[in-house]
């Protein structure tokens, strides 16, 4: 089992900024690839970027690419989300996951859609307004 709790949502101006975390614990997390997704009311879970399990590979959605960074510190078991640049269609629930397939690790794969993904967040609330 994998326990990932998010924490750094919040209310900002569009133009702003935010870090998210996504603490870990449980079975060793810095095996695994952690991925970003948001999932805003009425809408379906969308990806937003995803790290490989030692940093080496990133990837990210287009709509996020140049505003948004992901990183990991193994050390902390946790991985975070820096945003920047935010806008009003920001806004979204923000959850992280944890891919713990073996194959797609040693293919350094990042998966980018929610079935690749097998233990998940509670999230935490990001709203944008302009």
């Known amino acids: 089992q994998v326990q990932l709790v998010e924490s750094g949502g919040g209310l900002v101006q569009a133009g702003g900024s935010l870090r998210l975390s996504c603490a870990a614990s449980?079975?060793?997390?810095?095996?695994?690839?952690t991925g970003w997704f948001r999932q805003a009311p009425g809408k379906e879970r969308e990806f937003v970027a995803a790290?490989?399990?030692?940093?080496?590979?990133?990837h990210y959605a287009d709509s996020v690419k140049g505003r948004y960074t992901i990183s990991r510190d193994n050390a902390k078991n946790t991985v975070h989300l820096q945003m920047n640049s935010l806008k009003p269609e920001d806004t979204a629930v923000y959850l992280c996951?944890?891919?713990?397939?073996?194959?797609?690790?040693?293919?350094?794969?990042?998966?980018?859609?929610?079935?690749?993904?097998?233990?998940w967040g509670q999230g935490t609330q990001v709203t944008v307004y302009s």
């Open positions: 790290i490989t399990w030692n940093g080496g590979r990133l």
């Open positions: 996951a944890a891919d713990v397939s073996p194959q797609r690790r040693y293919n350094d794969y990042l998966a980018d859609t929610a079935a690749g993904y097998s233990y």
């Open positions: 449980g079975r060793t997390f810095s095996n695994y690839a």
